[in-house]
């Protein structure tokens, strides 16, 4: 009998008019995610988040048992048996937008070091100047015009390329980079040629890169987007998770990979610069999205003793990940300190070398999926992360979402509670609340009293938005017909509860650091937040509930994107690059889960704003 190939079934995506092609029993979150239609899938495909949620309009799948509210079904928990017709509501998405995170907002002086020392350089030699000594070789003639050092190496491909330049009746340039021994010629070419370099700030939720001129300095663009991989899953744990299942690995750096050549083709081409003349590129990002970068397996750094394959990478060239740039461009990894205190956190550290030394304490945070905090003196730097998970996010909260168009960003309550007033990142109608509008309405909760220190509602008759939903209250902050999704907006009493553990891990991890020296709260000099969440951030609202320590608000500062600007350093002085090496050998590395204290600690922070409320004594009026 001869066999008839299965036809392949047709998923068509609504409202996008979008149509392809899929075999049967294929993941339906896959498929969509294959034509281009990106939604939200924070929990990495587990089928525990519910966000990647759509309606069947016609046809049918094989689900797993799992539905979502109110009809819609989880897309990765679905299998495709027909073809179907679906539609994603703009509530699961996530739209690749240009998201601006500020690199730095308020000015810190940066001691730039007297010698301008990139990551890679370029001498141009006058043509007339190779016509002398015919008992040189060609590569002997080259070597003479570079700065003096003991040894000088390239790869086969610039040898054999050089007979041919070197009799050209034109001027070379010739492009090099520093090595632990000496000097490396990355490249040799006809003409003079401008050079230029990549600075990127590899996050878990976005990716962000400059592109620099590395003969003059100058930053010349910006651009960032989502990164490709928030679609299997929202935080380190759950990519790494991901990661695990067969050719996931391959599947993770590919899409970051993507990301960033698709922001530095923009770059080169509004600039009308050639990839061919990009020659160096430095990554900053934590341990987990380094790992995932390089395509190394990341599953140790989640399994006790919590070991990364790697902290310091050795350089690299463009070709080696698929980078679309000069393919000998010479790569730099900003080194991490331990397996979730990173290189972006090292880089951003490098924003702090212009500020004076501290007679007591600075704390540096960095909160964004993940929570990183550094403590530093004159002499000493410790760190820690905590676990604290990608709430502030919005992720894991029933109608949280990220920082982005359509995102409630603050919260005004009114009339008691019983009237509110919006700010909605881009305007018009919200989608969802994002972390910094989360904040923001539990402190005004919190202070109208109309949520408990434990964060439950105190029941109100006289409030129509607080309602019972299942076995828990609810508060309404946008009517279904007022949002732009055609669903109802509320906060939980599980998502308060996720929150307030997220603020609790933050503020026992900075109370940690501050017993392991012997401080205390009063003596921090200085609270610099940096990442992209502080910058929707009212400090106000953050000491209300506890995440940050009640001290003189003027002693917090919000630098913005710090992993880029130190990436950007880095790429641009030989002495920024050193002092990140001794960063993280420098620092000293607390793992929270082998403190004694810290659960202790933790514990005593599951309370607005806190157990002991006289840590707080200017937050404990009340509306």
Known sequence: MIQVPALPLIVKILPDEIEIEADTGENLLE????????????????????????????????????????????????????????????????????????????????IKPSKFSPLASAVTIKSGDLRFNDSLSDWEKIIRFLPAVDDIECGIDILRRLPA???????????????????????????????????????????????????????????????????????????????QKPGRLEELQNRIIRTINR????????????????????????????????????????????????????????????????????????????????????????????????????????IGTNGELVLMGDDWMIGCACSAGPAFEGVGIKCGMRAAEGAVEGVKLLDRGKEVKLQVIGGGNPLRICGSGLIELISELFQYGIIQRDGKFHKSDDNARIQKRGNENIYVLVEADESGSGREIFISEHDIDNIIRAKAAIFSACSLLLKNVGLNFKDIEKIYAAGGFGQHLDFRNAVTIGLFPDIDLEKFQYLGNTSLKGAELALLYSEYREKLAQTAKAMTYIDLSSESGYMDEYTAALFLPHTDENLFPNYNNRF
């Open 31 to 110: 498929v969509i995610h294959r034509a281009g239609v990106y939604l939200e899938a924070e929990c990495g495909g587990q089928g525990t988040c519910e966000t990647c949620i759509a309606a069947i309009i016609e046809g049918s799948c094989t689900k797993s048992g799992i539905t979502a509210d109110d009809g819609l079904i989880l897309t990765c928990q679905a299998e495709i048996s027909d073809n179907i017709t679906i539609k994603v509501p703009a509530a699961s998405r996530i739209i690749p937008s240009e998201k601006k995170t500020p690199e730095i907002i308020h000015h810190i002086e940066l």
């Open 165 to 243: 330049i070197i009799r050209k009746e034109e001027d070379i340039t010739v492009v090099f980079t520093q090595t632990l021994s000496g000097k490396r010629i990355i490249d040799i070419s006809p003409g003079r040629r401008d050079i230029y370099g990549i600075a990127c700030d590899v996050g878990t939720t976005t990716v962000a890169v400059k592109i620099i001129n590395l003969t003059t300095g100058d930053s010349l663009g910006y651009a960032s987007s989502y990164n490709g991989q928030i679609e299997c899953g929202a935080d380190v744990i759950s990519r790494i998770i991901y990661s």
């Open 263 to 366: 922001l530095i083709s923009e770059l080169l081409q509004k600039e009308n610069i050639s990839p061919q003349d990009v020659f160096a590129a430095v990554f900053a990002g934590n341990t987990t999205m380094t790992h995932l970068l390089l395509g190394i397996d990341p599953k140790y750094i989640r399994i006790a003793p919590y070991t990364p394959a790697v902290k310091t990478v050795p350089m690299l060239s463009a070709k080696e990940l698929g980078l679309m740039i000069n393919p000998n461009a010479v790569i730099h990894c900003s080194p991490a300190v331990g397996s979730y205190v990173g290189g972006d956190i090292t880089a951003g550290l490098l924003c702090l070398s212009g500020i004076d030394a501290h007679k007591e304490a600075v704390l540096f945070i960095d």
